[in-house]
T-cell receptor, first 110, second 115 residues
Framework: LAKTTQPISMDSYEGQEVNITCSHNNIATNDYITWYQQFPSQGPRFIIQGYKTKVTNEVASLFIPADRKSSTLSLPRVSLSDTAVYYCLVDPGGYQKVTFGTGTKLQVIP | GAGVSQSPRYKVAKRGQDVALRCDPISGHVSLFWYQQALGQGPEFLTYFQNEAQLDKSGLPSDRFFAERPEGSVSTLKIQRTQQEDSAVYLC?????????????FGPGTRLTVT
C-alpha cells in the first residue's frame, strides 16, 4: 500500500482558500487519490476522488500533477464548519484496503 | 435512505469482559469494513467482507477479535476478554463495488472504553 505524507495541522482564517498538499511517491498505476473529512465523534466522510489532472465538485477541488506523486486538496472560502481532520488516501479501488494515516487537522479561525 | 448505523454508540466494559459491536450497512452495499481508531490517530483497517465472505482479516490485532457477516448484510465485531489497549472507536464502513466509485460510507462509530 502506498504511504501518504501530509502536514499534521494547518490554520486558516474564515473566507480564505485552503490548500492541503499530500505526497504519495509510491503510488501505483491503478491507484486513485481520495480525500476524506472527519469531524469529532463522527466517521470520516468522502470529499473527493481523482486519478489525474483536476477534479472539482460542489465541496472541493483536487489537483493532481502529471507524475501523480502528490495531490492538493483545495477548499474555497472556508468557514468555521470546515474545521476538521482531512485524510489523503491512495485507494486501489475494488477491494479497498486503504491506509488513512494521521491526517491534517485544519483549524479555521474567525 | 438511511446511512450506516452502529450500535451501541458507547460501550464501557470491564477488563476481561466480552463485547459485541453491531454494524448495519447501507442496504445493497456489497463491501463492509471495520476500522479501529485510537485517539488522535487515523482509522486503522481491521477486516473486510464482500457479502458474507470475510476476504481479509489481516488487521485484526489478536485472536480475541472476531467479525462475522452471516447473511451478507449486518455485521458484528466481537472482542473477547477485553483489554485496556482495546479502548478505541470502532468504525464500520460500507461501499458498493459498482463502477469507479470507491467511496466508503462510514457509520458514527462505537466508542469502547475498557476499565
Amino acid at each position: 500500500l502506498a504511504k501518504t505524507t501530509q502536514p499534521i495541522s494547518m490554520d486558516s482564517y474564515e473566507g480564505q482558500e485552503v490548500n492541503i498538499t499530500c505526497s504519495h511517491n509510491n503510488i501505483a498505476t491503478n491507484d486513485y487519490i481520495t480525500w476524506y473529512q472527519q469531524f469529532p465523534s463522527q466517521g470520516p466522510r468522502f470529499i473527493i476522488q481523482g486519478y489525474k489532472t483536476k477534479v472539482t465538485n460542489e465541496v472541493a477541488s483536487l489537483f493532481i500533477p502529471a507524475d501523480r506523486k502528490s495531490s492538493t486538496l483545495s477548499l474555497p472560502r472556508v468557514s468555521l464548519s470546515d474545521t476538521a481532520v482531512y485524510y489523503c488516501l491512495v485507494d486501489p479501488g475494488g477491494y479497498q484496503k486503504v491506509t488513512f494515516g494521521t491526517g491534517t487537522k485544519l483549524q479555521v479561525i474567525p | 435512505g438511511a446511512g450506516v448505523s452502529q450500535s451501541p454508540r458507547y460501550k464501557v466494559a470491564k477488563r476481561g469482559q466480552d463485547v459485541a459491536l453491531r454494524c448495519d450497512p447501507i442496504s445493497g452495499h456489497v463491501s463492509l469494513f471495520w476500522y479501529q481508531q485510537a485517539l488522535g490517530q487515523g482509522p486503522e483497517f481491521l477486516t473486510y467482507f464482500q457479502n458474507e465472505a470475510q476476504l481479509d482479516k489481516s488487521g485484526l490485532p489478536s485472536d480475541r477479535f472476531f467479525a462475522e457477516r452471516p447473511e451478507g448484510s449486518v455485521s458484528t465485531l466481537k472482542i473477547q476478554r477485553t483489554q485496556q489497549e482495546d479502548s478505541a472507536v470502532y468504525l464500520c464502513a460500507s461501499s458498493t463495488l459498482a463502477g469507479d466509485n470507491y467511496e466508503q460510507y462510514f457509520g458514527p462509530g462505537t466508542r469502547l472504553t475498557v476499565t
